[in-house]
């Protein structure tokens, strides 16, 4: 179950880059109208909570952070990159290598936002046994 929601947000993000570039009349509009210069931005909140999904599915008691990490970023990345390919496929879109570095942000983020909340959870639990 912890493998759940990274998972459906990967099939989110493919559902969203196969949605053409330009829709005809009468097709249904999501993401179509809105500014490139936001849709461009919106893969850093959407990869970064990608890695975050990854991260939590991932940890379990004895693996170390270290390869957690790595093995979220790999897969997290690599999903990335073939997410452009798909989109380049797609009439109306493009593959980017400014979407790809956008993905890397988030997946950054992704991982201090995770790490942070490890800590301060790690952190409480110190001060309440004491």
Known sequence: ???FWPIA???VIFCLSSIPGVPRDGQFRVMTDLDPTVQNFLHIPLFGLLQWF????LTTPG????VVIGLA????FAYASLD????AMVPGRYASVQDIFLD???VVLG???FLFISMRSDRFRVRRRS
């Open 1 to 3: 179950m912890k493998l």
């Open 9 to 11: 947000l990967m099939v």
């Open 54 to 57: 990854w991260l939590k599915g």
């Open 63 to 66: 693996r170390s952070l270290g």
């Open 73 to 76: 970023t790999f897969i997290t």
């Open 84 to 87: 452009e390919l798909h989109q």
């Open 104 to 106: 890397a942000v988030g």
């Open 111 to 113: 991982t201090l936002f």
